[in-house]
């Protein structure tokens, strides 16, 4: 008797847990190469033939094409870290692989997969509470916040920039819009532009929007601007359009033509009347509008998106205006300057200071669209990782520092298990091991030599990372080298790859639909 349709595939017991393992290793190794300072790169080509080159976890796996379901689970891994922390994917998918690995080794010697379960919940508590007692017992001011960052950007393409002048600027944009009610992050901007180097990546205390004015004799810098918007086509009137003349001479033509002149003269003056400086519409202006806004200095811009009308209005405080006859300047808003800047193929628009202080964008800039999709997102987990440390107020050691204090704890618990579990509980403190370890491989260095020295460091000095800059390798204290991480990132991390790497080690029969 057949239960399955004969179509479907199906895989069972040892045969599926082996190849659930095999695929979720699979994809841990593919990213460990990019972990930390000394990380690779990785260029990934799809079919079409784009390329991305990136040292992002999150971006590498979710580019790659991965079908196997087991795989996917971990990709879902990188995903969810990058969700909800934004940084700190590679870690987790390292440690959700190698939580498999040890499984399949855990396997072999008769632990049941109920026991592994078990024990790398439990060893995940110990690693949680390793992660507390880990976290700094500090203010944190600027200066860590600059080191949060950096830590973050190591290893990732900046381009041309250095990490820490990046790191002021993600920390002045997130302090920015910081307040006693938390971090508004929501209210930080990532605006990419090519061209230009990426050491004129700036902050800008406002926003940036993608438009060009409408006439380009208007003036391209307003101080102390009142803004207007609107949801009116300036033009003429559509009906006036469609509807017949019957001209029958010269001077009917004239007439007609200064009928049309002088409604578009009285569009144009209306606005002019209302003492509006800067005017963005949803709609469009007709060129003639345009050049006689232009001769009285009013700067304008057209057919605007919907969602950037709502960002002008809600930083500016200038509310919308769906009639001509409402148009005036109790519902203008306020900004310090508005300028317009010219780029390779663009131009922007920025309106800053005032009102618009609230919100802050981050110009990305950059020679070529790769450096500055790379800039992009290394700023965007930069933000992610700032806002979090910011927000939480807590962090820890970075450069592998917290994991192996994380595996200690882990180890020291261990002896106090009884039965198989304890194996799965130490074997957890291994998988953990790996980031250290992993960090030093990427470094050039000896895993098992660094792995040794750390532990020797740690149980000297409580706190023992693998400091690597440039060419410098050290065994010492993470903090006094300003290596830090959110301590959100490993809770996360630890959370996120038990929960995969026990969900696939229970599987023991696919069955898969062809
Ligand atoms: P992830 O995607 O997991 O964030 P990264 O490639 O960003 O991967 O590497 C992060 C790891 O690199 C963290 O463990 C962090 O503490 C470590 N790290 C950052 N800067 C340094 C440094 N200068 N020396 C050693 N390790 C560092
Ligand atoms: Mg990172």
């Not at 094409?65 to 795989?71: G, K, L, T």
């Not at 990046?166 to 929501?186: F, K, M, N, W």
């Not at 990419?192 to 208007?218: K, N, R």
């Not at 009884?418 to 799965?424: E, H, I, N, V």
Request: proline share 1%; aromatic share 2%; no cysteine.
């Amino acid at each position: 008797m057949f239960i399955l349709s004969e179509d479907s595939e199906r895989t069972s017991g040892e045969d599926a847990q082996q190849s659930n393992i095999t695929a979720g290793k699979a994809i841990s190794e593919a990213v460990r190469t990019t972990l930390g300072p000394r990380g690779m790169d990785k260029m990934l080509v799809s079919d079409a033939g784009d390329v991305v080159i990136t040292n992002d976890g999150a971006t590498i796996l979710d580019e790659m094409d991965i079908e196997h379901p087991a795989a996917d689970m971990i990709v879902d891994v990188a995903q969810t870290q990058e969700d909800e922390i934004g940084d700190g994917t590679t870690t987790a998918a390292i440690i959700a692989g190698q939580l498999l690995a040890q499984a399949e080794n855990l396997f072999e010697d008769d632990v049941h997969a109920t026991t592994v379960v078990e024990g790398y919940h439990e060893a995940a508590e110990l690693a949680h509470d390793a992660v507390d007692e880990m976290t700094l017992d500090v203010d944190v001011d600027d200066e860590l916040l600059i080191n949060v960052a950096e830590s973050s950007m190591t290893g990732k393409g900046t381009g041309g920039v250095t990490a820490e002048s990046l790191a002021q600027t993600v920390v002045g944009a997130v302090s920015h819009i910081s307040s006693d009610e938390g971090v508004e992050r929501d209210n930080i901007t990532l605006q990419t532009q090519v061209g230009g180097s990426s050491s004129e990546t700036e902050l800008i205390q406002g926003i940036a929007l993608d438009e060009e004015a409408v006439h380009e004799t208007m003036p391209d810098a307003v101080e102390n601007a009142d803004i207007g918007l609107l949801d009116v086509e300036l033009g003429v009137q559509a009906g006036d359009v469609d509807a017949e003349y019957s001209i029958e001479n010269i001077d009917q033509l004239n007439a007609a033509m200064d009928a049309e002149e002088s409604e578009l003269k009285e569009t144009a003056q209306s606005i002019v009347d209302s003492g509006v400086d800067v005017l963005f519409n949803s709609e469009e202006i007709d060129d003639r509008v345009a050049s006689l806004l232009a001769n009285e200095g009013v700067l304008a811009f057209d057919s605007l998106s919907d969602s950037d009308i709502r960002g002008i209005a809600s930083a500016t405080g200038a509310r919308r205006v769906g009639a001509l006859e409402d148009f005036e300047s109790e519902e203008f808003g306020h900004a310090d300057s508005i300028r317009t800047e010219a780029f390779a193929d663009d131009e922007l628009v920025f309106i800053e200071g005032g009102a618009a202080a609230e919100s802050v964008t981050v110009l990305v800039r950059g020679g070529t669209e790769h450096v500055v999709d790379e800039l992009e997102r290394t700023l965007r987990d930069a933000v992610d990782v700032v806002s979090s440390a910011a927000e939480t107020g807590s962090i820890v050691p970075g450069a592998g520092a917290t994991e192996i204090a994380i595996a200690a704890h882990i180890r020291s618990e261990a002896a106090g298990i009884s039965g198989r579990k304890q194996l799965a509980v130490e074997a957890f403190a291994d998988a953990i091991d790996t980031v250290p370890r992993t960090l030093a491989e990427n470094a050039g260095l000896d895993a098992i030599d660094s792995l040794v020295e750390l532990r020797g460091d740690h149980d000297d000095n409580g706190r023992a990372g693998l400091i690597v800059d440039g060419q410098f390798r050290e065994v010492g204290d993470p903090v006094e080298h300003g290596v830090v991480d959110p301590a959100a990132v490993k809770h996360e991390a630890i959370e996120s790859a038990t929960e995969a790497a026990t969900m696939i080690a229970r599987i023991d029969d696919v069955i898969a639909a062809e």
